[in-house]
């Protein structure tokens, strides 16, 4: 498969060079914008660019205008960068089509991870189908099976469990998992994700031992060996 190709954009060197070495170990292709001028007109000469990391402040362009520019042409993944943590501000964010919100200062690790479930979910990495624990899941068919059986799921419960494997071993908190399954289309509360979780779980059988529940904060979805 072809090294995927990642546009990292920030207006500090520093910061697109720790982001870059750590995906560049990983094997993706990185390429550095300085300013949101430089990114979208990087973006349009490319064409085959995976995942775009944006940093929100920057001059000329920012990374709102950034990702509205790109918006009206693509559905590129995106994950933006901001040293602001207000609410308001990752709504901005999700409501113009962003796919993922880390404040600074991050761990580079967390980002590389996020970078890869942001592509698994895309079916840029895995081409559609990924199997764990007797659970196989065909993203292009939109069908589950468990052990061979066929399992009919509604279009969220399918997006949930989906959500989950992408994201194996993670704690996800419930707010994650709406902006992530729901993407603010929701406007309810949180508990309609417990519903939804209940009712996974049910289905799945005994592998909906898979699905834990952390007490206080949300889900992780882990395979017992």
């Known amino acids: 498969m072809e090294p995927l190709k990642v546009l990292v954009v920030?207006?500090?060197a520093r910061m697109r060079?720790?982001?870059?070495?750590f995906l560049t170990i990983k094997g993706y292709i990185v390429i550095e914008a300085g300013d949101g001028e430089e990114a979208v007109d990087l973006f349009f000469s490319q064409k085959d660019i995976s995942l775009i990391i944006l940093d929100v402040m920057m001059p000329?362009?920012?990374?709102?205008?950034?990702?509205?520019?790109?918006r009206k042409y693509s559905q590129?993944?995106?994950?933006?960068?901001?040293?602001?943590?207000?609410?308001?501000?990752?709504?901005q964010g999700f409501n113009l089509g962003v796919d993922e919100y880390i404040s600074k200062p991050f761990s580079p690790k967390i980002l590389v991870a996020r970078v890869e479930?942001?592509?698994?979910?895309?079916n840029v990495v895995s081409a559609g189908v990924a199997e764990v624990g007797g659970i196989e899941v065909d993203k292009a068919a939109h069908?589950?099976?468990i052990d061979g059986k066929a399992v009919d799921?509604?279009?969220?419960?399918?997006?949930?469990?989906?959500?989950?494997?992408?994201?194996q071993g993670i704690a996800l908190s419930r707010e994650k998992i709406l902006n992530n399954v729901w993407n603010y289309d929701y406007f309810g509360d949180a508990r309609t994700i417990d519903t939804h979780v209940k009712k996974l779980r049910s289905k799945?059988?005994?592998?909906?031992?898979?699905?834990?529940?952390?007490?206080?904060?949300?889900y992780k979805f882990e395979v017992s060996e």
Do not use: H
Not at 17 to 21: A, E, G, N, T
Not at 60 to 70: L, S, Y
Not at 76 to 91: N, Q
């Open 117 to 122: 479930a942001i592509l698994r979910r895309s």
């Open 204 to 218: 799945l059988g005994e592998k909906g031992e898979y699905i834990k529940t952390i007490w206080g904060m949300g």
């Open 60 to 70: 000329k362009m920012d990374g709102w205008e950034v990702c509205r520019t790109i």
């Open 153 to 167: 799921l509604s279009y969220k419960e399918f997006e949930l469990l989906s959500y989950f494997i992408d994201n």
């Open 10 to 12: 920030d207006d500090e």
């Open 17 to 21: 060079k720790l982001v870059k070495d």
């Open 143 to 145: 069908q589950v099976t």
């Open 76 to 91: 590129v993944p995106m994950i933006m960068l901001t040293a602001k943590s207000e609410e308001r501000d990752e709504l």
